[in-house]
């Protein structure tokens, strides 16, 4: 199984734009600002097709129950077969890595509102989302690492780009 094309763009376009604005763009500049509005517009088109996309990519076919990410969880002992969707814990952390965005995008777009000028809080509070986020992202990396590697689970193939069919 390999994601479709819109889920794997959505991935690579958010990771490269995450890494850029935290890492590389200076805070409060135009670029910093205007590519985390256009993080937080993917976003926005990644849940509407959680919703309207295919069976695969909805949020309906991977958010299950904790109890069922719990069993998941203990089923990575023996030997586990990647469901055709998410894990049900991917499908959480994709919740958490959307809510944190827009979060982030709501904390930037505040301070920039005059009803905020000198406050403090918006500042604090956006960098905490973003320190969150790559938290997030590292924990990320790491189970996909884990998957891959040490369970062996072809993981990674199923975000990258092949011609081959």
């Known amino acids: 199984m ?15 734009g995450i890494i850029a604005n935290y890492w590389y763009l200076e805070d409060g500049e135009t ?6 509005y256009t993080l937080c517009a993917l976003a926005v088109l990644r849940i509407a097709w959680g919703v309207v996309g295919p069976r695969t990519s909805r949020f309906s076919a991977f958010l299950r129950s904790p109890r069922a990410v719990y069993g998941e969880l203990l089923r990575l002992r023996s030997d586990y077969t990647l469901p055709q969707t998410h894990t049900a814990a991917g499908g959480y952390q994709l919740v958490l890595v959307l809510g944190l965005l827009l979060g982030i995008g709501l904390t930037g777009w505040i ?20 320190d969150a986020l790559m938290v997030v992202a590292l ?9 891959q590697y040490g369970l062996r689970l072809p993981i990674i193939q199923r975000m990258g780009f092949s011609f081959r069919k």
């Open 2 to 16: 390999r994601w479709g094309l819109f889920v794997r763009l959505f991935h690579w376009f958010l990771a490269s």
């Open 31 to 36: 670029a910093h600002e205007w590519l985390g």
């Open 111 to 130: 301070q920039e509102l005059d009803a905020f000028w000198g406050e403090e809080w918006p500042q604090s509070l956006h960098e905490w989302l973003a």
């Open 139 to 147: 924990v990320h990396i790491s189970t996909i690492a884990w998957l």
